[in-house]
């Protein structure tokens, strides 16, 4: 019997769609997440709004890798489903039809924390409630944790989960993947962020973060490319390669990634170069598209194809200036 691999992977800021007016979380920034959480619905869920499905509406090139884990699972014999970690709708499968909206659990624009909440609430308790309201409150008939996705198949046995996580959204779903674990469920996460800091995760979840980082670049032309996409390649890379100690599960290929790990060169990393305010300015001019360019892409660009470093409050900043600077200009 074939193992059925269940891929959950973060959405992306891309979109192949226009989001439609009041589907970015920046418009509820002012109001308390009680308030907004109920105002989100009502907006992403309104009939009037064309609806996609997920995998077609996603873009860039981390979704394109995800995409990519899906055929090469198949092709490796495995029984593959996508789904998606969706700061907006909450857990979907990649073929469900949704509303574009923009929302995030990173700090940067649309984020759930740029909502107004309690200031006892910090950024890990922010994402778990938001992830547990967006999945309990909206109005349709999906699993609503991990664990019921797990249930929902006939034969838990022969599944594994398949985690391509950032360091932003593994922190709102850490308690559903232990309860995945507490129910002795195959689980393996791929996350470069997570593993260079494995040492504060939960005891609990470090032997199932897969022992992978920017080391692996070393490995081949396919891996040493930015880090945009760094987690969705190697996911893409050990489903090829492992395709042996997945079918086995995670102990085993957390066993041979790391023999692998051993083997590697620690590679020297350059340290980012710090820009000034002018030299921001030049890059968001040089790269600016107007109607398409947000801070965050521009930003994303910076340090990953770059290597060039900038705090994010500072480049948003500077973002609008040059922004609504160009806005006058064509107004003129």
Known sequence: ???????????????????????????????????????????????????????????????????ACVDVAEDKGFSPKLWVISAGWGLIPANYKIVPYLATFAQEENSIHSLQWSKEFCVRERSRIWWKEINSRRCVKLPNTFLELCRSFRNTENIHFL??????????????????????????????????????????????????????????DYLNKDNTSLNARLAKWIISNYSGALHLGYEALYKELKMKDLHLKKPKKAKPVTLSDEEIMDFIHKTYEPSKSTATALLTDLRHKENKSCEWRRFTRLFKLYADGYSKRRLC
Not at 23 to 43: G, Q, V
């Open 1 to 67: 019997m074939s193992v059925k691999i269940i891929i959950i992977s973060t959405c992306t800021n891309n979109k192949n769609y226009k989001v439609p007016a009041g589907c970015n979380l920046d418009d509820l920034k002012r109001n308390t997440y009680k308030w907004a959480i109920n105002s989100w619905f009502e907006r992403i869920q309104n009939p009037v709004h064309s609806r996609y499905p997920a995998y077609k509406m996603y873009s860039g090139s981390h979704w394109k890798e995800t995409l």
């Open 163 to 220: 985690f391509i996580l950032s360091k932003d959204y593994y922190l709102a779903v850490e308690p559903e993947i232990i309860e995945l674990f507490a129910h002795g469920v195959n689980v393996s996460i791929v996350s470069c962020g997570l593993y260079s800091r494995v040492s504060s995760v939960n005891p609990l979840v470090r032997d199932h973060v897969l022992p992978v980082g920017e080391k692996f670049k070393q490995e081949n």
